[in-house]
């Protein structure tokens, strides 16, 4: 970022260097010829910064949030990574989009062993695989629409990454008969 803010200055510098010369030779009519001088000498480099002040800014926004940001539809959801790279959906989050999502103690007769809590977010986590099942058997277009992202930016990437590091030992995904009733 100095250095182009430095290149800036060097150029704004020469332009202005040129535009004095362009007074004192031509008077006032110098300054139509120095004129589109500064605006090739500038436009890219302030491209270029406004550039690089969107990515600082993006960085520091989501700089607390430590990689586990995931949005949908302008939604942000907070998903947690375990150590065998299963992720974990903040319930309160997915109830966001999802207002009809059961209650925690029913999700966790469901899904025995795939809704716990979580003492840090001080609320409830469930897996994207048990959430997945739990929306097989959805119909309203929303969650089918929030199904479909679920599979693609949260389930499908991290059975990728569990593939790549050799982890095969999946966590079975125990549903309970007693969620049915």
Known sequence: MTRLLLTIG???????????????????????????????????????????????????????????????????????????????LSIADVRKLIPDLPREATLQRQFPDAVREDAALKGWRIS????????????????????NWLEREVVRPAAITRRRLGIHAGRPLRVSDEGDR
């Open 10 to 88: 060097l150029r704004c510098l020469l332009c202005a260097v040129a535009a004095a010369l362009f007074w004192r030779w031509n008077g006032p009519f110098g300054l139509v010829f120095a004129a589109p001088l500064w605006g090739v000498a500038l436009a890219r480099p302030l491209l270029d910064l406004a550039s690089e002040l969107r990515h600082a800014t993006r960085r520091a926004a989501y700089a607390g949030t430590g990689g586990r940001h995931f949005e949908h539809r302008g939604h942000a959801i907070d998903i947690l990574d375990d150590d065998d790279h299963h992720r974990w």
């Open 128 to 147: 994207a695989e048990a959430l997945m099942a739990y929306l097989s058997k959805a119909t309203e277009p929303e969650s089918l629409r929030f199904r």
